[in-house]
């Protein structure tokens, strides 16, 4: 045996464990489950066409190679992307450590209540910058933010606006133009119409309902839009803007001149520029619009006992719990470099980013002066980091580029130059040398900063920001090393136990996949670099696609989508294209199972589609003759079938060939959802199923790790008449002949954590990729085996096989008066993160241990499952004084000196053996969810405002 092999550290099952493992199943052999689990006819033939696995060691000298294959210029190309420095103390422990980066959407409050409160201060610190109300734990990247802005005011119209259908929306012609890019994809198919101009000549009619504007300016100039807005509100138009964020240090906060909504990008706020993410979208607003606000909010309650805890607010409900009536999609967020950009501000704190502002801004006038005084002309009249400059632009190109520069080059005659903190006087100099190079001009040397500040006092910041303790307290590195340790404590990730959560794949995250993300080889390069300094990711990326075929049986992939919900939209906008290419405008209609995803209806209704939702039998599987029934009724306007596989419901539905074909003998398409492709990867595939496209989550399936909540990569695969429509990028053409405008506002999404994907299946290889898939069967099939007895499984094949996931019936404990999330809650006290509750069936849980976790894991979480369904009999209705009923128990509470419970302390926190040897303390008692929405407060405000709230 090859010990060296990478699958035999990703995999958790030993081969000794498997015929204990196969025995308690029932089954004679691996091969023999598989065959009872997953239906004949779409079961692959052949082996993965894809290179042979390399170990761990050969990967990483492969993955240096390539990343030496880009050149790291200095790029001072800005267009909503900088050069940043990662302070080490967050490099290193946060994002080079597992306890963050493994971590899951904090859904579970007392078990993540350090990420939350990492969170907490990046609301604080968009609320504080942009001055704006109420602020959400991050978008997927300014583009996508700004497109959110737009459609929360679209929804937010005035009935009279509705009524005459005001349905124009104003885009400043100083936007970034990614983001114009990725609003025209979201406008055109709710039936926004753009209109792009100068907001100085704007006529502010009343077909328009919302207006854009950035700030700065694309090219810098700093405008001040106080007249701007002041007559759009006059007019009832809402006004969004694009902000740059460090430059809110030094600017005037948009909220101060009437902004509704201000978004942006938190990259340069210590993020790798990654070639073009992941990175923190922000977007805040006036908390009127909290109903209508996409993504997670995180607010401020109290626990039983009354202390301070945090929790996603407003009941948790992100816009696709809506689904249909939703006006977004957004899942997973950027949870994980939002993390980081808090922790930027907490580090430097309110003098630190001061200093590194005024400081972009000096080095900004002193290249300003020392360009002007060399004879060229420098044309914005205000500006913070970016300055426009009249000059021959090629003949300075190749002396930059010579130089290992980039600028922003415009057109022939016009260039600008975005400065950012790492920019010296020696950075400075280099700047200016490619000038005096190019047009052979005397040598001069700028040896000091210019004092000039060219911010005119009607767009300067009056108020105050960063002034709650949190940014003024851990700025030596050991304070905010113990910081982030303690916040990290508070935290159950995969370092410690087991996240078996439906649907969601908590695999292993390998330190191999990881390492490169540290290397600036990787880091540093601009998304809009041109395409020769970033040879090593084109490769990389191509390999990744074409590996992505591979596992797909398809034809394209395209990796700009940065989540699985964006894939979604991206797959229906790709759908909507193919069919309007052959004149079938019409063709509107989603058929959707019930049993879907939330994401699935709420990204339909984004690419205008309307969803017809069909019936799902009671074995769970889709109603075919129902489907059926719908797809013909509709087969004129039939645009797409949105299908998981295997089912939410962790089945292989026999049926799926025979579904697939309804659709296209009616003249749909088929969408695959792919969020449960760890249950396909080599055994079968989405071309083989019959679906034309599907999205991958990378975060799922392929190691991403799920970073409490983001980065996320969701690529969609299509089909080969779909590819000419796959999407493209304004500044950095990609995707097909006849590619749909952009989805994301980087040409290759999140770049930087592809780099795990390619890892993972490089070094995987088709063997090992078959085997986690199979792997996973196993210890699915195990759980359901070792709980049998104690709790039902709702959901099975023909043969009675779970997938990779099951669904657990626990509604039958309601005589006992116990509801799943009591034994979620209970799971704490055992060391567990809760599986996935009541999705897609309420009063269930959905377990999903993926191929990473042993059978001793398995064991310990069957076991700790076991003895709360003891606990469950023991409990009634009448007397709710129980050890499910009060979880999770704090240390705190155990110490105490009263203990007046009807059950042991040992019984509260050490209720088995194993617990005392890793115990894991939940930081907080139940959360109260009500409490906090009632009283919704979702910034670090003074613990004053918090009592007078529950006053
Ligand atoms: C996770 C998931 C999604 C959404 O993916 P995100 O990456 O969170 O946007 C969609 N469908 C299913 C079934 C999922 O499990």
Known sequence: MNTNSFQLRHIGPRVKDQDQMLKTIGVESLDQLIYETIPDDIRLQKELDLAPAMSEYEYLTRINELGAKNKVFKSYIGLGYHEAIIPSVIQRNILENPGWYTAYTPYQAEIAQGRLEALLNYQTMICDLTGMELANASLLDEGTAAAEAMALLFDVRERAQKKANANKFFVSEEILPQTLSVLQTRAIPIGIELVVGNHQKFDFSEEFFGAVVQYPGKHGQVYDYTEFVANCNAKNIKVAVAADILSLVKLKAPAKFGADVVVGTTQRFGIPLGYGGPHAGFFATKE??????????????????????????????????????????????????????????????????????????TSTTTLAKALTDLGFKQKNT?????????????????????????????????????????????????????????????????TEFTTTDVIPAGVKRATSFLDNE?????????????????????????????????SCTMKLNAASEMLPLSNPQWGNIHPFAPLNQAEGYLIMLKNLENQLNVVTGFAGTSLQPNSGAQGEFAGLMVIRAYHEANGDTNRNICLIPASAHGTNPASAVMAGMKVVVTKTDEKGNIDVEDLRAKAKKHKDNLAALMVTYPSTHGVYEKAIKEVTQIIHDNGGQVYMDGANMNAQVGLTNPATIGADV??????????????????????????????????????????????????SAAPWGSALVCLISYGYITMLGADGLTNSTKNAILNANYIKERLSGHYSTLYTGEMN???????????????????VTDIAKRLMDYGFHAPTVSFPVAGTIMVEPTESESVTELDRFCDALISIRKEIAEASKENPNNPLKNAPHTQEMLTADEWNLPYSRKQAAFPLEYIADNKFWPSVRRVDDAFGDRNLICSCNPIEDYMEAEA
């Open 288 to 361: 009127a619009y909290k109903r209508s606000m996409p993504g997670r909010i995180i607010g401020v309650t109290k626990d039983v006992d009354g202390g301070r805890a945090l929790r996603m607010a407003l009941q948790t409900r992100e816009q696709h719990i809506k689904r249909e009536k939703a006006t977004s999609n957004i899942c997973t967020a950027q949870v994980l470099l939002a993390v980081m950009a808090g922790m930027y501000a907490v580090y430097h704190g309110k003098d630190g980013l001061q200093y590194i502002a005024d400081r972009v801004h």
């Open 382 to 446: 205000s500006y913070f980091d970016t300055i426009l400059v009249e000059v021959e632009a090629n003949k300075l190109r190749s002396v930059a580029e010579a130089n290992g520069i980039n600028f922003n080059y415009i057109d022939e005659n016009h260039i600008s130059i975005s400065v950012n903190e790492t920019v010296g006087l020696k950075e400075i100099n280099a700047i200016v040398d490619c000038f005096e190079q190019a047009f052979n001009i005397t040598d001069i040397t700028v």
């Open 470 to 502: 949190v940014f003024n307290t851990y700025q030596s590195e050991t304070e905010m090393m113990r910081y982030i340790k303690k916040l990290e404590r508070k935290d159950l990730a995969l370092n410690h136990s087991m996240i078996s959560l439906g």
């Open 694 to 743: 599907c999205h991958l989550n990378l975060h799922k399936t392929f190691a991403i790790p799920h970073g409490g909540g983001g980065p996320g990569v969701g690529p969609i695969c299509v089909a080969p008449q779909l590819v000419p429509f796959l999407p493209t990028n304004p500044v950095v053409a990609t995707g097909g002949d006849n590619a749909i405008t952009a989805i």
């Open 801 to 819: 096989r779970a997938a990779h996931e099951m669904i657990l019936d626990c509604r039958e404990f309601k005589q006992n008066g116990i509801e």
